[in-house]
């Protein structure tokens, strides 16, 4: 039987951090199992709004990489590929944007938010305003079927069905499938500060990197409740970053609703919590940590996953590309 | 010594008639002597309006370039070669969309105007909004110093030459040259009824590959001084699509001179004046017709000098997208 298709990848921008991990790693090491995985570099969606410093995207291909291979993802069963070296994407992303209007990008409530969180104003680069069709490009290129998105993505794959619905209309058959999002349970994991997603830039992000002391220092800045003063008060578990990061990370989760229980209850101190938060991180990012410095004294073998990646899914890519152009009726030669 | 490389090329949205033979394709005769010419048929340009026929698109493919061969561009000094398959091109304008800003496109005056003269509205297709980005893709790709393009177009040679800039300063050196805009001289040829530009759709263009009758029926229903009634009346020059037709094809000046000259006394005849056209458009159609229906005879032939022109531009596309990818910084394995 064939398995689905999966299209998923992050943009080349900084290393990994635990709300990745969270958010669509671990997904990702589950999906390898029964879907066919593509994992996509997106060195040209990250310069959508980074053109002005290539370098950091071009740097942090490699670090995403061996975040994605020390955290167990197997270039044999997922095919790691880099966005910027598959040609038959950009040329599907020029086709789709004269099938999307400029009224209708603008309309995207994604981009919407995204521009706005931006602040670009009206200086909005146009490659930020297509990239939705250039996501449709990504999805489609692969026939993937099912797309993992955050919440707030889901109104891109609304998007590529649409763009999918109009190419098919003028094939006059079913070319392209339609893609499925699929939106992880647990949300996006706040920053370790609390007050927003999780992000290197913000200082506010653990990365899959981090040294042991790194870990125990973002934990015991992590924001808990301000009005817990002393042990004996009822503490808040809404909004606790130590109980949201327990809840996703820790595995006993008998044990986190006793902690928290006797947390709101009064008389469990935010040191006992956060020692148990600093066990179960240390934990977690040892073996990842571990590999990913072996990974890195083997710059040249990463360098060959990704490179074999990208072959296998140029091929696939360059077959869909094909298969667009002469079912949409264009000159092939 | 190094040729200058020139860039043109036409939309595959219909054949091409006199007013592009006038316009451009002359030019180009003269261009394949000192320069090194590259013509593209512009496919992927072409869809960008129209989008819901890409059967018409595919269709004029052969038909620009028997139009090309008929009139002798050589494919042993001029390249033609297909847009769409130039994976380059659709890589570079990905690329250069992330150094233009949408209130950038939006103010270009030649876009400005074209949406209102297609009747857009609000449903401008994305893709016709950025093919400023796409024709500076398509310019640069070839390292082309000089575009011959029409006199409302200059802002788009203005628009790629904005992104040479922006990418040679995160380049930090002259990567790509900047363009020339050649503006031909004689202006736009005016349609047989004196109303609007040729054009096929307007039923008021003489194509290239136009029947004798049909030279002689477009060349009677040809606009003149509509105040002109009586040989012997003075009449317009001014306007009078018949004198600036002959100002345009006929090569004897002197004589056109004489006539407008009668003409504008009194005494010299519509039916005469147009009898030197027709005489003139004959002369220079036959030949082109005749090389053109042999041409048609040899499809196959037609479909090698497009492929190996393709050929031949993809090597030099790829490589200078290669080059500009590695000169941006980015990641290149």
Redesign the interface.
């Known amino acids: 039987m064939t398995r689905p298709i999966i299209l998923t990848g992050d943009r ?1 921008t900084g290393p990994l951090h635990i709300g990745h991990y969270a958010g669509s790693l671990r997904n990702r090491l589950r999906f390898q199992d029964d879907h066919e995985q593509f994992l996509l570099l997106a ?2 969606q990250a ?2 709004d980074n ?2 410093d ?2 950091k ?2 740097r942090n ?2 670090e995403v990489a061996l975040d994605y291979l020390a955290v167990g993802i197997d270039p044999d069963r997922t095919t790691i590929c ?1 966005q ?2 598959l ?2 994407l ?2 599907l ?3 789709y ?7 209708r ?1 603008e309309r995207n409530p994604t981009i919407k938010d995204e521009i706005r969180a931006r602040g670009f104003g ?9 990239y939705p ?2 996501q449709a490009a990504d999805i489609t290129a692969f026939k993937a079927t099912v797309v993992p998105v955050g919440e707030d993505q889901a109104p891109l794959i609304e998007q590529t069905n649409e763009i999918v619905r109009r190419i098919n209309s ?1 094939a006059g058959r079913d070319l392209l499938p339609e893609a499925q999002a699929i939106i992880p349970r647990s949300g996006r994991l706040p920053g370790v500060n609390g007050k927003a997603k999780m992000s290197k830039s913000g200082g506010n992000a653990i990365p899959l990197s981090a040294t042991p002391d790194e870990i125990s220092a973002a934990v015991r800045a992590m924001f808990t409740d301000p009005d817990h003063l002393k042990v004996e008060d009822p503490g808040k578990v809404e909004g606790n970053v130590v109980f949201t990061y327990l809840d996703t990370f820790d595995e006993d989760a008998a044990a986190v609703e006793d902690m928290k229980a006797r947390y709101q209850h009064g008389g469990l101190g935010d040191s006992r919590i956060k020692r148990r938060l600093d066990d179960v991180l240390q934990a977690l990012i040892a073996p990842i940590r571990q590999h990913r410095e072996e990974l890195s004294r083997e710059p040249d073998h990463v ?1 060959d996953v ?2 074999r990646g ?1 072959e296998k899914a140029r091929d696939r890519t360059e077959a869909t590309k094909r298969e667009v ?1 002469e079912g ?4 092939v ?1």
Request: charged share 10%; net charge neutral.
């Open positions: 080349t060195d040209m310069l959508t053109a002005h290539p370098a995207v071009r291909v490699m880099l910027s070296h040609p038959a950009a040329e992303s020029m086709l944007l004269n099938f999307v209007t400029v009224a990008l009206r200086d909005i680069p146009a490659g930020f305003l297509c069709a250039a003028v360098l990704i490179r990208t152009l949409i009726g264009l000159f030669i």
